[in-house]
């Protein structure tokens, strides 16, 4: 019985990873990925120059998941394509993914014209959906805004490159969103960043439980799952075969990565659960997820992949 799976033709041996912005902020960070059973990893969003970030406490957990705003804290792009490239030489046979975003699309296209310059062999995911950075709206809601940045990424980047989404709510926005994004040659597309704009709150204090935005966050965890799973599926439905779909979005299980894989995930990220659990977690996981392939008598991924029943 096999999790492995391969995504823009790359071969991973394993499905599940972490999502970006969990355990992959330093060096320090990403080597406990690499040296755990994660089939690789993304690194934290990197832009132009690093950033410190918002105020803490900026991210909470609760027993249903997580609020956070953390303001894209980073150490800029250039240290994680230092990272990546040792990485590349010290374990060749694995492919690791970097995350990017910019603030505009002159930063898109500088970040990506840094890449493209270095010995970068690896995919990167263009976060199109971060919640959390005052005054600068999720990308990802801004459809028009969306299409111009794909078609010049495109023009400018040669590599597999994918989109990091927010959640959508909507019928006709799913719909919408697929006819632009099946106009491009992207190599996969990752539902869901954080539902934005979440109030989680303490009663006995009466206060917010993070201190950026008086308290709002993306949420994620448990609150997130359905709505991962839905725009997980909704866009394997309508994407074209070329692009690929990874989920995250509530996987804390075994199961909630089946379910992911379900929906049509050919990769599986988690976040608030490996924040909450550390990267011993992807063994856990992979235990799991192994167990019950063998219950259903499933060997490979592609035996259950996007293969969700319907009621009629
Ligand atoms: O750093 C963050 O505040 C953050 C980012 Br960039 C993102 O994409 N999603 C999120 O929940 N937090």
Redesign the pocket.
Known sequence: ISTKTTLAGIHFDNCLMNA??VYCYDASELNQIQNSMAGTFVT??GTVTPRT??QVP?YRATHLGSI???????KGLQYYMDYISQQQKAVPHKTYFQ?I?GFNLAEDEYLLAQIQASDFTGVVEL?L?????PGKPQIGYDFETVEKILTRVFEVYRGPLGI?LPPYFDIVHFDQMATILNQFPLAFVNSV??I?NGLIIDSLSERVTIKPKHGF????GDYLKPTALANVHAFYQRLKPSIQIIGTGGIKSGQDAFEHILCGASMVQV?TALHAEGPQIFARLTAELKTIMYQKGYTTLTDFRGKLNYLD
Do not use: F, H, Q
């Not at 956070?68 to 980073?74: A, I, K």
């Not at 959906?129 to 950075?133: K, Q």
């Open positions: 970006a912005g934290k969003t970030g918002n900026r956070n705003s953390m303001g894209l804290p980073n995350s975003a976060n959906s971060c919640p959390n950075v990091k960043n954080s934005g966050g993306g949420i994620g976040g």
